[in-house]
C-alpha cells in the first residue's frame, strides 16, 4: 500500500498494525547504535598488526636516519608522507603530518586564520564578522567547527554531483564575507555522493569577493570503496593550479577508519605558501607529532597497494551491511512509498530522507524502542532541518544482527510517523 | 689566575696559550650538539617495554571497558588518568589528557583564551592588547608561545625561589593588561631552581588588575630527579584554593622525557570552572586523543611506583653527566674566576651566567669548533639577554665523551671571550 494514494480508513488500520509491532518490540528492551560513523570490532581487528610493526628498540629509526623516539621530524617522517603522498595524489612537500585526528587540524586551520589570517599581509577572520557555506545534509562536526568561531552557518543544497554550484558562484562572487566552505568530496557524509570533476573545477576556478576564500576539503574517505570499482575524485590542487587558486584549498586526511580511530595518524595537504603560512606557526604549537605511530602505520601497510588490499577487507566487512540495510528499506518502505536514501559505493553512511516533517517523530519513536540514531536534523546547520526529512544511518558499527533488528525498528518508525501524517493531511482536509 | 686580578700581560700571555689550544681543537672537525634538552639513545632505550604492553586485540580494551582502538574517551582513559592523578597530586577529574605534546595544550590553552576569553562572560585576550610576564633566565618555546599571539613579553627577573615575586606583584597589581605568567616550576629551565612554597604561595595570592589573569604551570620535570632526594615543589591548586584562586592556574605535564619525547602523552590539569569552559571548546576540536598510546603508558608504569622506579634509571644515565660538567666549570671555570653556574638536582639543564657581554661571543667559538650550544639570548624574551651572560648548557644528549669534549671546548671558549673582555677592559683604562 501505498501510503499517499491510501483512504484514511486504510491508513488507520494500518496504523494499528504497525503500533502492535511498535509494542511488541517495546518488550524487547534493545539497545541498538546506529548513531556514529564508527567502525565495528570485527574492522578493528584487521589492524592488529599494527601493532607489532614497532616492537624493540632498533626499529625505531626512519628511512632518513632519524631515531622516532626523539624529538624533530616536525612534518613528518619521509615513509608517512610518501604514503600520503600516494593516498592523496599530491606530492609529499604539500604535507604536514599531524596526529590522531584531521578534525583537529581543520579546528587548528580554521582558528589560525582566525587570529593570523589566511596568508601573508591578510586580515584575521576574527576581525570582521564571517560566514561559512555548508553543503547539507553535510557533516555536522565541520558545521560544529565554525559554529564554534562565530562564522554565520549557510546551507548550500546537496545535489548527486556535490554541493549545488549555481547556488556556490552566486553566493561567493558578492559577499567578502563568506570565507570558505566545507567539503566532503568522496563519499560525502551523509549522502554518499562523490563530486562530479565539473563540480571541483567550479570550486577552484570562481570568482571569490574574499580573496582569502577557503575550501575545507575533508578527503576523509578517500579510500573507502565498498565495491572493487569505486568511484573517482578529481585531485582537486591540480585543478586548481590551471587557475591559479592553489592557495584556496586545504586537504585533510586521515586514518582513522583505515586503523583506528582511537590511535591514527592525519595529513594536511596545502599549497606551498599556504603550508608555508602554517608552519610559521604550528613551529610554536608543537616539536613533533607520534613519530613512531608514523613508523607503524607506514611498515603496516608499505605501500598504496598494502594500503588497498587492507581497504578490502574493511569492504567485504562494510558491503554486506550497507547492503541489508538498503535491502531492507526497498523491501519495507519503498512498497509503502515512504523516503528515499541514497546507494553509497563507499564511505560510512546512507542518507534517509523521509516525508516531510517526519525526521524527528521517526527519531523519537527509534528512541522509545532502544535504538539510537543520529539526531534528527544534526546533518544541517545549527542542527535544524528546513523540511525535518533527513536521517543520517550509519550502519558499520553494529554486528549484521543487531543491524537488521535495528533496520526494522528503523524501518516500522519511518512508517508510523509517514502514516500519521497522511492520516492528519486527510484530517485537515 | 683569577682574570679580573690579572695584569694586561698576564691575560695577553694566557690568550696566546688558549687560542693555540683553539687552533688544536679546529682541526678535529668536531660536531658536538649541547643545544636542547633532549634525552640519549640510551635512555630512550629504558622504554621499549612500552612497545610491547599492546600487541593485541584484546589487550586494547580499558579499564572501564572501553575499545581504547574506536572512538571515545574524549578526555582520557581511567587508567592514564589516574597515573597523571598520582604524579600531579591533583584529583583525575581536574584532568584532561592530551596527545604527544604538552607545548601543543599550553598554545591550544593561550589560543581558546585568545578567541573565546578564560572564561565565560571574558572578554578575549585577542581583543585587547595583552603583556605576558616571563621569568628569565626562562624556555624560549613559551616565550615563543606568547609572541606569537602578539603579547607583549615582558621580562622578571628570576631568584633562587623563583621569579623575583616583588617584582611580578607591583607589575601584575597595577596592569591589567598583564594577562598571566610562564613557569617551569620544579627544575625550572633553564637555571634548575624549584620555586619555594612562599614564591607559590604569592603567585596564587596576590591581587592582580587582570580579572582573567592566568599561571601558565608547565610541571615538564615534576619526576626528573636526578638524585633519591629530590626538590619538593608544593601543589599549586590547594594553595590556589585557600586563596579562592583556583581558576588562576592551568598545569601542563607529559611523559615526553620519561618514555619518548617523539611518542608519549600530555596533560593539561584545571580547576572545575577552567576545566568545563575547555572542554566546551575541546569537544568541537576533536574527538579523541591516541587512547592505545594512553594504555601502553598505562600499563607499562602501572602506578607512580613503577614511574618512580623507571625516573631512577634516567638519573643513573643522567646524573655523571650532569656532574661531569659542573666538575669541568669547577675545574677550568672557577680557577679563573670565569662565571657561575646552577648545580641542578633535577631537570635537563645547567645555568652558566657568563662575564658580562661574553655569552655570544663564547657561542660563536664553541660554533666555530664544531659545538652547538642552544644560541646565546635564547633563554630571554625576544631572544635578547640585556647582559649577554647566559647560556643554557643540555648535558643530555651527547655520549659521555662527546659530552667531555665538548665541555672542554665550551670552557676553553668561555676563557678566551673572558680573557678578551678583561684585556680590552685594561686597554680602554
Redesign the interface.
Known amino acids: 500500500m501505498i501510503y499517499q494514494n491510501a483512504t484514511k480508513q486504510e491508513l488507520e488500520k494500518e496504523l494499528l498494525d504497525l503500533k502492535d509491532r511498535f509494542e511488541e518490540y517495546k518488550i524487547l528492551n534493545m539497545k541498538l547504535d546506529m548513531s556514529?560513523g564508527?567502525?565495528s570490532?570485527e574492522q578493528?581487528?584487521l589492524?592488529?598488526g599494527l601493532?607489532?610493526t614497532?616492537?624493540?628498540?632498533e626499529q625505531?629509526v626512519t628511512e632518513n636516519g632519524l631515531?622516532?623516539?626523539?624529538?624533530?621530524?616536525f612534518d613528518g617522517i619521509p615513509e608517512i608522507k610518501r604514503l600520503f603522498s600516494e593516498v592523496l595524489g599530491v606530492p609529499a612537500d604539500m604535507l604536514m603530518i599531524g596526529?590522531?585526528?584531521s578534525?583537529?587540524l581543520m579546528?587548528?586551520t580554521f582558528?589560525r586564520n582566525?587570529?593570523f589570517g589566511a596568508g601573508e599581509g591578510m586580515q584575521p577572520w576574527?576581525k570582521g564578522p564571517i560566514r561559512f557555506l555548508c553543503p547539507s545534509p553535510g557533516y555536522d562536526?565541520h558545521f560544529?567547527?565554525s559554529e564554534?568561531?562565530g562564522a554565520e552557518l549557510i546551507t548550500v543544497p546537496m545535489t548527486d554531483e556535490g554541493p549545488d554550484m549555481d547556488v556556490v558562484e552566486s553566493l561567493v562572487k558578492t559577499d567578502p564575507s563568506i570565507k570558505g566552505i566545507w567539503c566532503v568530496p568522496k563519499y560525502s557524509n551523509p549522502t554518499g555522493v562523490t563530486y562530479s570533476e565539473e563540480t571541483v573545477r567550479r570550486l577552484v576556478s570562481m570568482p571569490t569577493a574574499a580573496p582569502d576564500f577557503r575550501i575545507f576539503w575533508d578527503n576523509a574517505y578517500g579510500i573507502h570503496d565498498l565495491y572493487d570499482e569505486g568511484d573517482t575524485l578529481a585531485e582537486i590542487f591540480s585543478l586548481a593550479k590551471q587557475y591559479g587558486n592553489e592557495d584556496r584549498v586545504y586537504e585533510f586526511a586521515s586514518f582513522a577508519k583505515v586503523?583506528?580511530?582511537?590511535?591514527s595518524v592525519s595529513a594536511l595537504a596545502a599549497s606551498p605558501r599556504n603550508l608555508a603560512h602554517a608552519k610559521k606557526?604550528l613551529a610554536?604549537?608543537?616539536?613533533?607529532?607520534?613519530?613512531?605511530?608514523q613508523l607503524r602505520h607506514a611498515r603496516f601497510f608499505g605501500d598504496l597497494e598494502g594500503l588497498k588490499a587492507h581497504m578490502k577487507k574493511h569492504a567485504a566487512l562494510l558491503r554486506p551491511k550497507f547492503e541489508a540495510v538498503i535491502g531492507a528499506f526497498e523491501r519495507k518502505l519503498a512498497v509503502c512509498g515512504v523516503g528515499s536514501w541514497s546507494r553509497p559505493r563507499g564511505g560510512y553512511f546512507i542518507s534517509l530522507d523521509l516525508p516531510e516533517g517526519t525526521a524527528k517523530r521517526t527519531h523519537a519513536l527509534c528512541t522509545e524502542l532502544g535504538v539510537v540514531l543520529t539526531p534528527a536534523g544534526a546533518t544541517y546547520p545549527y542542527g535544524k532541518d528546513p523540511h525535518d526529512s533527513n536521517l543520517r544511518i550509519a550502519p558499520s558499527y553494529p554486528t549484521p544482527e543487531d543491524l537488521r533488528s535495528a533496520t526494522e525498528v528503523l524501518c516500522l518508525c519511518a512508517k508510523i510517523a509517514a502514516c500519521e501524517k497522511e492520516i492528519s493531511l486527510r484530517t485537515s482536509d
Open positions: 556514529r564508527k567502525p570490532g578493528l581487528d589492524s592488529e601493532l607489532t614497532v616492537t624493540q628498540n625505531c631515531d622516532a623516539r626523539n624529538y624533530g621530524g596526529g590522531v585526528s578534525l583537529n579546528y587548528d582558528a582566525m587570529i576574527g562536526r560544529g567547527v564554534c568561531f586503523t583506528y580511530c582511537g590511535g606557526y610554536k604549537q608543537f616539536i613533533c607529532h607520534d613519530k613512531i605511530n
